[in-house]
């Protein structure tokens, strides 16, 4: 595990506990979004309670933020570098592959601003594309 790691949980003013440390490590190799499951299968034999209050830390100082792709289960993914916990800054598109199940973050491919009627204020938005990814297709 290097150092950038535990710079990382320190610079969002995470305590940088073994637990956060192994998490945020096993979060910067995957590929796609990834659900509680997922991290605790990934982190076998881990309590799933405490991987769950870890994600919810991360996302609350921005490193992580949520994504809800239509399958019921709640996924997560690091974060730009510029969010923090008031302010998530990705509004990318997520993409959901039919075939393979993976949620992946396009984040060359920005949500475009929206303008609501008078009287609607966003709090937050999330735009999911869903097809065949280009492993699958």
């Known amino acids: 595990m290097t150092r950038d790691i535990e710079n990382t949980l320190k610079s969002k003013q ?12 096993f979060l910067t190799k995957q590929t796609a979004a990834i659900s509680l499951n997922d991290l605790e299968k990934g982190m076998a034999p881990s309590d799933r309670i405490t991987l769950y209050r870890t994600l919810k830390t991360f996302e609350e100082k921005g490193l992580v933020h949520s994504i809800e792709d239509g399958t019921g289960a709640t996924k997560y993914a690091l974060c730009e570098q510029d969010c923090d916990g008031e302010n998530h800054h990705d509004l990318h598109v997520h993409f959901y592959c039919n075939t393979c199940k993976e949620t992946f973050c396009l984040p ?26 280009q492993h699958c297709g």
Do not use: H
């Open 14 to 25: 995470v305590n940088p506990t073994a637990m956060r440390l192994l998490v945020l490590d």
């Open 108 to 133: 060359n491919t920005r949500i475009p601003e929206m303008s609501l009627p008078n009287g609607f204020k966003q709090q937050e938005m999330n735009l999911i594309v869903k097809g065949i990814c």
